[in-house]
């Protein structure tokens, strides 16, 4: 897709001022990954760095009283349950859940959204039953509701997924959302940031046509942690969120489950934690969070998060947002100077209060992997190729993402070495 937006080709176009969003150059040294580093990160899409916080609490974890949680009676480990349910509880309100028993720790937002096809789909949904979802999405919001089709086929239930389009802003198409749900459709599944395009989702409009059994489904990997996130002002029913993405450490996610759909769950993973009761003829579900929780959990993601979520805090959300929504507009500026670029789908064809640290783009002449290579040899570090969407169907680009501790002065510089590969190669 060609931006035919004004300025596009004058490389004369004034740089906007550096907006009052950005917060100072300190906030890059508490993360030390970047304190000395000379390469300049604009991959925090795929993974953001972590502060001496997060890292301090993951080394404190495995350097002094470590245990188990949930399992014994000595201090330690009451300590350490306690202090998981303080974070759960802290987690609910910083997702805006009414009730911390609607917080399941996951081993990412991958495992969470597969729980939402294991938990619920396997035995909620019957032959005939329609699950509405975007092909444009991230892998982990389509494969597994195809592999649930499969397996629901292989024991004789036939479900139908429905795919719908995107704008031109990179964001679901409500008006064929709401012409594609029908009398069989039991799930709606969206992204809120998209990763690829940076453009949001919101299904407040949608959610009146639709009657209340259809269950609305999030995915807030990217929104979490860039954005102020409101599961009930979203009208959710599941919502996932990845904690890397988040300051915190992988392997950690965070599902919310409405509590109107806990009767309708099923453990995906049961172990020796996980709240069920065992009857003469299998077992009967127990409570939430428990029932979707079993075996050891990652005790140090866990705590990683309730730190990250501190350090989230003590920036403000609406501030961090604010200053990626700048970044974008800034970006946007210096890559519509450049010739033969081309933006995909996403905030250069939006209005200004779009754009939340997410850019992708292809220049004619080059592969998007050797632009990336080439861009990482001057030090600029970008996410390239398919980015984890299926057949390609986002496209082969360069994406560029920012974050709190990404700076005016690394979105400039980018934009002059994009601007000067692109005269070389003409």
């Known amino acids: 897709m060609r931006s035919s937006l004004p300025g596009r080709d004058h490389p004369a176009q004034a740089r906007p001022a550096s907006p009052e969003s950005l917060l100072p150059p300190q906030v890059r040294e508490s993360f030390p990954a970047l304190a000395e580093a000379r390469e300049v990160y604009l991959d925090s899409a795929a993974t953001t760095q ?7 609490t993951v080394r404190k974890y495995h350097a ?5 949680a949930a399992r014994g009676t000595y201090p330690w480990a009451t300590a350490l349950t306690q202090r998981i349910a303080a974070i759960r509880a802290h987690t609910a309100r910083f997702v805006g859940a009414a009730h911390p028993d609607e917080i399941v720790f996951t081993g990412g937002a991958t495992a969470a959204l597969n729980a939402v096809a294991l938990s ?7 032959d005939g039953d329609e699950i509405l979802y975007s092909p444009r999405d991230h892998a982990a919001n389509i494969h597994p509701w195809y592999l649930l089709r499969d397996t629901l086929a292989r024991f004789g239930r036939r479900i139908e997924l429905v795919p719908y389009r995107v704008t031109a802003t990179g964001a679901a198409d409500l008006a064929d959302i709401a012409a594609k749900a029908g009398p069989r459709t039991r799930l709606l599944t969206v992204t ?3 990763h690829v395009f940076g453009s949001t989702t919101v299904l407040d409009g949608i959610r009146a046509l639709l009657p209340e059994r259809v269950l609305l489904c999030y995915d807030c990997s990217q929104s979490g942690g860039h954005l102020p996130v409101d599961v009930t002002a979203l009208a959710a029913d599941f919502a996932v969120f990845a904690a890397h993405k ?6 950690t996610g965070i599902l919310y489950c409405h509590r109107r759909v806990h009767p309708e769950l099923r453990p995906f993973l049961p172990g020796g934690t996980t709240d069920v009761r065992l009857t003469a003829t299998g077992f009967e579900s127990g409570r939430m969070p428990g029932l979707l929780e079993g075996g050891t959990p990652n005790i ?3 705590l990683a998060l309730g730190t990250a979520l501190e350090v989230l805090e003590s920036y403000g959300m609406a501030a961090i947002a604010a200053h990626n929504t700048a970044l974008t507009h800034r970006l946007l500026t210096g ?3 450049v010739r033969g670029l081309d933006f995909l789908p996403g905030p250069a064809y939006g209005g200004h209060d779009t754009g939340h640290g997410i850019v992708s783009f292809t220049l004619d002449g080059i592969s998007a992997a050797d632009l990336g290579f080439v861009l990482a040899e001057y030090g600029f570090l970008v996410r390239t190729g ?3 969407v299926p057949g390609g169907a986002a496209g082969d680009a360069v994406r560029v993402s920012t974050q709190i501790y990404t700076g005016p002065d690394h979105i400039d510089r980018f934009t002059d070495r994009v601007r000067a590969l692109a005269e070389e190669i003409s």
């Open 246 to 251: 988040m300051f915190a450490a992988p392997g």
């Open 335 to 337: 890559l519509r100077t």
């Open 192 to 194: 809120h940031l998209h």
């Open 386 to 388: 398919a980015q984890c």
């Open 120 to 126: 619920w789909g396997l035995t909620a949904l019957r």
């Open 300 to 302: 140090p993601g866990i």
């Open 64 to 68: 002094s009283a470590t245990a188990n």
């Open 50 to 56: 972590k502060p001496h916080a997060v890292i301090e």
